[in-house]
């Protein structure tokens, strides 16, 4: 472990990494990230940019306790995540954060409907009668409300991924994670996706949002390049802080 001085929080920070470190074992062992630190505060909406390989999705995974580093430190709403064993890590992450993946990951014999409630059934989050009205509720805040008894298969990737992110909202997380999430889309729904996302963060919820399209620096709080698993640069919307402290009073 590294006895340098952390480094000093941002404000209000809902994510914390220090000095981490993510090493991949085997035949030719491969180090995803060196000695990241990274501060997020409650309400960003950040963008992490880079190549392919460039450690994008392993700092998500990270985040989102799907992932466990090497070494360094990982605190994200209120849990030191890397300290959590493995039902720990699922109880924590259920109520804290929502995923949404490059490649939707809805169940196909569940209904649009289901897989939306199915974070609430394994969470334990509200009432079970309170579970369905709450799908629909999510489905027509993105739009796709009509869709809720069709399968997956029946939908579009755009309402796909619409209601990829419907399911990521279940469990009322303050941080969503999103993989790549319009890396299947054409442009336009695209476009539509990451105004979806950027709503989120205009009502208050913490964002991170990992693309290799540097256009999502416009949608965009601070933008982080990343190349071989550490962050090269680092800009910031020029009225970000104006707009988080909008969003704040909002």
């Known amino acids: 472990m ?3 001085p952390k ?3 941002a404000t209000n920070p809902i994510i914390d990494l220090r000095n981490v470190v993510k090493t991949y074992a085997g035949p030719q062992s491969f180090t995803a990230l060196r000695g990241l630190d990274l501060r997020v505060s409650t309400g960003e909406l950040l963008a992490v940019v880079g190549k392919s390989g460039s450690g994008k999705s392993t700092l998500l995974n990270l985040i989102a306790g799907i992932d466990r580093p ?14 959590l064993d493995e039902n720990e890590l699922a109880a924590w992450r259920g109520r804290h954060v929502g995923v949404v993946f490059q490649f939707f990951q809805l169940l196909p014999t569940l209904t649009i409907a289901e897989n939306v409630m199915l974070p ?25 409300s009509d869709q809720a008894d069709k399968l997956p298969s029946a939908l ?21 994670v999103a993989d790549e999430p319009t890396g299947n889309l054409d442009s336009a729904t695209a476009d539509a996706v990451l105004a979806l996302l950027a709503g989120l963060a205009a009502a208050g919820r913490t964002v991170v949002l990992i693309s290799h399209e540097r256009e999502v620096a416009a949608i965009a709080d601070r933008t982080i390049t990343l190349a071989d698993g550490a962050i090269v640069d680092e800009k910031r919307r020029a009225d970000a802080a104006t707009a988080r402290e909008e969003r704040a009073h909002a």
């Open 120 to 144: 609430m059934d394994l969470a334990g989050h509200g009432k079970p009668a309170r579970r369905h009205p709450r799908a629909l509720s999510l489905l027509d805040s993105v739009g796709i």
């Open 7 to 9: 480094a000093p929080l």
């Open 70 to 83: 090497t070494t360094g430190e990982v605190h994200v709403a209120g849990a030191r995540v890397h300290e």
């Open 2 to 4: 590294s006895s340098r």
């Open 156 to 176: 579009s990737g755009g309402q796909q991924q619409r209601a990829a992110i419907a399911r990521a909202l279940a469990n009322d997380p303050p941080l969503i």
